[in-house]
């Protein structure tokens, strides 16, 4: 099992003082809700997998997704990764 895009997107949405959320919100004069709906639906269809001794890693579309916020990060002179890098 894997980690995905969806994944971290649900978390970040979900994060209630969270930049993202406000951006959707506030910004881009979005209702929440129904991206957040959508976002679960879309992890719903992802592949199962149930069992002992599992080992969940990041999947190669979250690896890339982490490479590309860290280039963001690194352009605006940022240390750290942060929210606003994944988008």
């Given at each position: 099992p894997s980690v995905e895009p969806w994944h971290?997107?649900?978390?970040?949405?979900s994060q209630a003082d969270g930049i993202v959320p406000r951006v959707v919100t506030e910004g881009m004069k979005l209702k929440l809700e129904p991206l957040v709906r959508e976002v679960g639906i879309q992890i719903d269809r992802l592949p199962k997998v149930s069992g002992e001794n599992l080992r969940v890693q990041a999947s190669s579309d979250l690896v890339k997704l982490f490479k590309a916020a860290e280039s963001e990060?690194?352009?605006?002179?940022d240390d750290f990764i942060s929210t606003e890098h994944f988008m």
């Open positions: 971290l997107l649900k978390a970040i949405l990060a690194r352009g605006m002179n």
